[in-house]
């Protein structure tokens, strides 16, 4: 990584306040491509889940940026995962999900990998007279499996996964991440927002009470419950006595206690949503869990890549809470869109200069802070020569 200079700037206004990053940094093409370079590619992402490559051959695709990599499963049941590009011209191996019979073929010319990725086939081979074909397999990608998921990334040395989570995997033993399968297909949704915009709002949860009204009629704040780790943050939103006004609302906080069988009794009540620096969301709740990443697409605009995960369970019971739970989040996906879109458009206004970050906004500061130690052009006032 390039060496970067260090600025005398102010992160904090009168009082002492922590302010919010100026408007520039939400929309700007350097800033987009260093962000990737230097935060996004050497951190882990989720590639998939192990559940959704059970047999040799079977595979998954994760986009990041420019970069695409493929999870397979290789023939002896291990996980692999490798850069998602033919080494003869470059063509795009792989799309989404499914599964190589037998080998890895490029749609273009035909060269073919085995799982492990050794180049095992080339089309008129004698015309390549001094090819080596061990020098040709495909680009490995570093992997790491927890709790049933598997982590990639791209560049860099970051700590291992299982060291980061080390704080919280007690408390995520009972949900029994590991013998979950999807519940529904990995979906993308296309935000008008940077991806910054979209993780400042789900390290905070000051919006809650205004923003998501109905799970503030259910949950307690989570802000009231936290605990964080180097990277990640945890909050905990617990279900309130009082039932909810709304139907849908006031079924599940019925229905939940007793419907989950597999959780302690504790755990029938709370809701725990999770970050990983610096673009994972993971959220458990009892019948359930979910993991999303927000992927920037270019400045000013992001992907959330998002899947939903469950224990195997054909209860009527079980689907109707699932119903509940996934109508519920449906809502509060939407209002976070909504807001997100709102405060992307206002950050253009030239009105606009940082405001004062409650103490509530903590782990949105953690995240400014990750990015001023990478990049730490974020605090100036406005964009530097050098980033025209």
């Not at 792989?94 to 095992?120: F, M, N």
């Not at 999303?292 to 195997?312: E, M």
């Not at 009105?351 to 730490?376: K, V």
Request: aromatic share 10%.
């Amino acid at each position: 990584m390039a060496s970067v200079p260090a600025f005398d700037r102010p992160t904090r206004g009168s009082g002492g306040l922590r302010r919010a990053l100026p408007a520039w940094v939400y929309q700007h093409a350097e800033l987009h491509r260093l962000e990737l370079e230097r935060i996004l590619r050497p951190s882990w992402q989720i590639g998939c889940h192990v559940s959704s490559i059970p047999r040799p051959g079977d595979f998954v695709t994760f986009d990041l940026g420019p970069d695409s990599i493929v999870v397979l499963r290789d023939r002896d049941g291990a996980v692999r995962a490798f850069h998602n590009v033919c080494r003869h011209r470059g063509a795009r191996l792989l799309d989404g999900s499914g599964h190589c019979a037998g080998t890895v073929v490029c749609p273009y010319h035909g060269w073919s990998y085995g799982y492990d990725g050794r180049l095992i086939g080339v089309p008129s081979r004698d015309s390549f007279p001094a090819l080596d074909r061990a020098e040709h397999g495909l680009k490995p990608v570093r992997t790491e499996v927890l709790l049933g998921f598997v982590f990639v990334c791209l560049a860099g040395d970051p700590p291992p996964v299982r060291d980061q989570w080390a704080p919280f995997l007690a408390e995520l033993a009972p949900y029994r991440f590991e013998e979950m399968v999807p519940l529904t297909p990995v979906s993308y949704e296309e935000w008008d927002v940077d991806w910054k915009v979209a993780m400042d709002n789900y390290l905070e949860s000051y919006h809650v009470p205004v923003g998501h009204p109905g799970l503030n009629r259910m949950f307690t704040p989570d802000y009231d419950d936290q605990r964080g780790a180097p990277g990640i943050a945890r909050g905990n939103s617990w279900l309130r006595e009082q039932p909810s006004p709304r139907l849908s609302e006031r079924c599940y906080q019925r229905l939940v206690g007793t419907t989950v069988e597999h959780l302690p009794q504790d755990y029938r009540r709370v809701w725990r949503f999770y970050s990983m620096l610096p673009n994972l969301g993971v959220d458990v709740y009892p019948e359930l869990m979910d993991f999303f990443q927000v992927l920037p697409r270019s400045p000013g605009k992001c992907v959330i890549r998002y899947a939903i995960f469950g224990l195997p369970d054909e209860r009527p019971a079980m689907h109707l809470l699932r119903r509940l739970s996934n109508r519920i989040n449906a809502a509060v996906n939407e209002e976070d869109r909504r807001l997100c879109e709102r405060v992307q458009r206002g950050l253009a206004s030239p009105s606009y200069t940082p405001g004062p970050l409650s103490d509530i906004e903590t782990w949105m500061t953690e995240f400014h802070d990750l990015l001023e130690r990478h990049i730490p052009e974020v605090r100036l006032p406005s964009p530097p020569a050098r980033f025209a």
